[in-house]
């Protein structure tokens, strides 16, 4: 029988808070308020007692992270100082990187998994899946209101469909990270995947995220094709596939406008699949408008934040006279627009800097295909919606790369 390492314990319970805390608060109160900033802090708090107890001969530094978060730093304070431009925002980028910062401390933290942390997380992430998935399921159909349990936070209890999206987009990582932990595991383990993927799938259905229901759709084909075994071209095909979200923009640019008609009209016909899907329509028109912008200022962008205050004109986006929500809905679109095809090529690299990071940490590993439909989940919902720095938007963020390392890094070496 092995010794108890109290150290080791304290980091497991360190990361099991983590998650609950965070998962809880998603459930609860997400929407962009003041303690929105505050959780943050909580949950930096929470992981620093695994960054004080490691084993510094053990620790992993993720370096290309480190080297990610001062280019990103870079980017933004060159757009933002030479040469000005008048959509740029200097209070954006503090508020911005207060929270990168805070995200970058809780990931930096991750590892290394130890034995208890696996152990224990076999267990978590599959319990908090299935909590998260029948709460959704049960206020839905009103067999459950959050008003009844409001006494487990300190906030006011939110809703609706913006809300409903950070609990739909989390909810789908804790899926993969569940399917990660236990696929092929064991028999027993397998089926219970096999039902977390089931009522995991229920509950986004019923959702109002839609971009939660196709990334969960994509995801579920990349998972089933992941275990396809390809002898040869597999580092190419799969690089393809990781870098088509990357594509798509820069052929939207090339071949911008894709719509031929005017929104007004498309908006005003009741007759049409686009008016009567406006989530649709409304993103088609403005990734054309969104092009539009990019060719204009194609080399540097307009500069850090200034997709919170450039003008949309009347008659492109029906109803909008900014972008929506202050933002492209489309991460490699945030890019091009604030920071130019220079942005597109930092934001590239890191892209190929993941990629390459988990086709080694995954390969010949059970876990791989859980963990590609993951990264492929996270890029049809950072493709489709969340492309700004919220701070819940930055802490779904985080607990996608959260769950990225934990499932990259579940199999002991």
């Known amino acids: 029988m092995r010794k108890i390492n109290p150290k080791e314990l304290v980091r497991t319970v360190a990361l099991s808070l983590m998650l609950l805390v965070a998962c809880g608060y998603i459930f609860f109160n997400a929407r962009n308020d003041w303690y929105a900033d505050t959780m943050l802090l909580v949950l930096v708090f929470l992981c620093l007692p695994r960054l004080a107890l490691v084993d510094y001969g053990k620790k992993i530094f993720i370096k290309g992270g480190i080297w990610i978060l001062c280019g990103y730093l ?100 804790l899926m993969w990270g569940a399917v990660a932990v236990l696929w092929k595991t ?44 390809i002898r040869k071209w597999r580092y190419g095909i799969y690089l393809l596939c990781f870098l088509f979200f990357l594509i798509i923009p820069i052929l939207w640019v090339k071949f911008s406008p894709v719509m031929s008609r005017n929104a007004w009209d ?30 204009k200022e194609f080399l540097f962008g307009y500069g850090f934040g200034s997709s919170l ?65 993951l990264a492929i989940s996270g890029q049809v919902v950072f493709s489709l919606s969340f492309s700004i720095w919220h701070p819940d938007v930055v802490l779904i963020y985080g607990l996608f790369f959260v769950f990225i390392l934990i499932t990259a890094n579940f199999s002991e070496s």
């Open 266 to 295: 498309v908006f005003q016909d009741s007759s049409s699949f686009l008016q009567n899907h406006w989530d649709i329509g409304s993103r088609l028109y403005l990734y054309d408008f969104c092009a539009g912008l990019v060719r």
């Open 309 to 373: 205050s450039i003008p949309v004109p009347d008659g492109v986006l029906p109803g909008w006279s900014m972008l929506p929500g202050g933002h492209p809905h489309n991460i490699v679109f945030l890019f091009l627009i604030e920071h130019g095809i220079v942005g597109f090529l930092w934001f590239t690299a890191v892209i190929l800097m993941l990629f390459n990071y988990l086709y080694k940490t995954t390969l010949n590993c059970t876990e791989g295909p859980a963990v590609w439909a």
């Open 186 to 229: 064991g028999r027993i383990q397998s089926l219970i995947a096999i039902v977390v993927v089931f009522i995991s799938f229920c509950a986004l259905l019923v959702s109002s995220s839609e971009s939660s229901q196709l990334a969960a759709f994509i995801s579920l084909v990349f998972f089933l094709l992941g275990h396809i075994y």
């Open 74 to 173: 870079g980017l933004a304070l060159i757009s933002v100082l030479s040469p000005p431009s008048i959509y740029i925002s200097h209070s954006w980028l503090i508020r911005s990187f207060s929270r990168i910062i805070c995200v970058f401390i809780i990931v930096q933290t991750i590892l290394p998994l130890g034995r208890y942390d696996r152990l224990a997380l076999q267990y978590i992430i599959p319990l908090l899946c299935l909590m998260l998935s029948l709460a959704i399921i049960s206020k839905q159909f009103d067999f459950l209101s959050k008003d009844i349990i409001s006494f487990l936070t300190p906030w006011k209890i939110v809703d609706g469909a913006g809300h409903n999206k950070y609990v739909s987009f989390c909810l789908l990582f």
